[in-house]
């Protein structure tokens, strides 16, 4: 059987976005079809196109927010706990990475016609550790 690691790099090195490998590594597990994971995470990569939070992180925190998340109106508690395991994701993502934004992890501002050409580059050499950062941690936390 595929590890999720490999499961999300395999993705990664198929055309999907950073995001889109994290959310579908994990997405069956919480009754999300492959599909619906893909077109939801679409929109996050390259740190939303910005170079703001890098896409690996934020599938990851659609995944914990998708085992972990409030779905009742003034459950405050759930709300809080999911609050918690996102910031202990994004403190362990910066620890072992050394940042949480594309700009920051690859050394260009994906919302520039010249960054985005460096991130096609990047994103074949530096973000398959990401994805597998990110889903580690995910292991770990979950």
Not at 8 to 26: D, E, H, M, P, Y
Not at 102 to 117: H, K, Q, W
Request: charged letters at 25%; hydrophobic letters at 40%.
């Amino acid at each position: 059987m595929q590890s999720k690691s490999d499961f999300a790099t395999k993705l990664l090195a198929g055309g999907f976005g950073c995001a889109t490998a994290v959310l579908s590594a994990f997405c069956e597990d919480y009754g999300m079809d492959a599909k619906t994971a893909a077109r939801l995470s679409c929109g996050l990569g390259g740190g939303c196109a910005s170079g703001e939070v890098c896409g690996a992180a934020s599938g990851a925190v659609l995944v914990i927010g998708f085992k972990y998340g409030q779905d009742t109106l003034g459950d405050a508690e759930t709300k809080a706990d999911c609050r918690a395991r996102v910031k202990r994701f994004m403190e362990m993502f910066r620890e072992q990475n050394g940042a949480l934004t594309c700009r920051d992890l690859l050394e260009c501002d994906t919302s520039t016609e010249e960054g985005f050409a460096i991130y096609l580059v990047k994103r074949e050499t530096v973000c398959p550790a990401l994805v597998k950062s990110a889903v580690g941690i995910l292991e770990e936390l979950l």
